[in-house]
T-cell receptor, first 110, second 113 residues
Framework: SQQGEEDPQALSIQEGENATMNCSYK?????LQWYRQNSGRGLVHLIL?????REKHSGRLRVTLDTSKKSSSLLITASRAADTASYFC??????????FGKGTTLSVSS | EAQVTQNPRYLITVTGKKLTVTCSQN?????MSWYRQDPGLGLRQIYY???????DKGDVPEGYKVSRKEKRNFPLILESPSPNQTSLYFC????????????FGPGTRLTVT
């Protein structure tokens, strides 16, 4: 069962620009996480935001969570070519499974 | 170094030939799970394990088996692989309850002909 839905599916920007990705989900959650995946490789955890938090920062990453709208956004500031990857949101709710969206593919060109 | 390892990384096999993909973690994590990733479908959970001898089905368990005899290992077994199981497989582990950040293995690319 797909829970998260990322938007846009693909995003192309220039180095130095900001990248914003959105995630919507369907049911109530305990927390929401964002992961990055470089082509064909394992996923790397970026940031976790709990359901009682509204905003969280980690380096160039800023995540917001709006539980009333069941949505989250990931902002990457001052993008670099190395940020080129797919980004997934994932949620944990009443059950234990981490449910992933289909991802946003980010391309950062120099 | 904290890590999740998977073997093999690449595997090409034929329909019906039993295979096992191993997964091992060195972080003493209770929770482990297997995912498959397919284009356009994202990651889908196959099976998960809350602890030793405790396993449960995820979203797409058909055609797969798992076992959890030791805390560190969580092998994925395909008793009779079929072409629709051609996919990229990931093992992951995390702390109790599975609600924390997950650590992923490097992936196993399986092709069933």
């Amino acid at each position: 069962s797909q829970q998260g839905e990322e938007d846009p599916q693909a995003l192309s920007i220039q180095e130095g620009e900001n990248a914003t990705m959105n995630c919507s989900y369907k049911t109530s959650i305990n927390n929401l996480q964002w992961y990055r995946q470089n082509s064909g490789r394992g996923l790397v955890h970026l940031i976790l935001i709990r359901s009682n938090e509204r905003e969280k920062h980690s380096g160039r990453l800023r995540v917001t969570l709006d539980t009333s709208k069941k949505s989250s956004s990931l902002l990457i500031t001052a993008s670099r070519a190395a940020d080129t990857a797919s980004y997934f949101c994932a949620t944990t709710g009443a059950g234990t499974a981490l449910i992933f969206g289909k991802g946003t593919t980010l391309s950062v060109s120099s | 170094e904290a890590q999740v390892t998977q073997n093999p990384r690449y595997l090409i096999t034929v329909t019906g030939k039993k295979l096992t993909v191993t997964c091992s973690q060195n972080m003493n994590h209770e929770y482990m799970s297997w995912y498959r990733q397919d284009p356009g479908l994202g990651l889908r959970q196959i099976y998960y394990s809350m602890n030793v001898e405790v396993t449960d089905k995820g979203d797409v368990p058909e055609g797969y088996k798992v076992s959890r005899k030791e805390k560190r290992n969580f092998p994925l077994i395909l008793e009779s692989p079929s072409p629709n199981q051609t996919s990229l497989y990931f093992c992951a582990s995390t702390g109790p309850g599975g609600v924390y950040e997950q650590y992923f293995g490097p992936g196993t690319r399986l092709t069933v002909t």
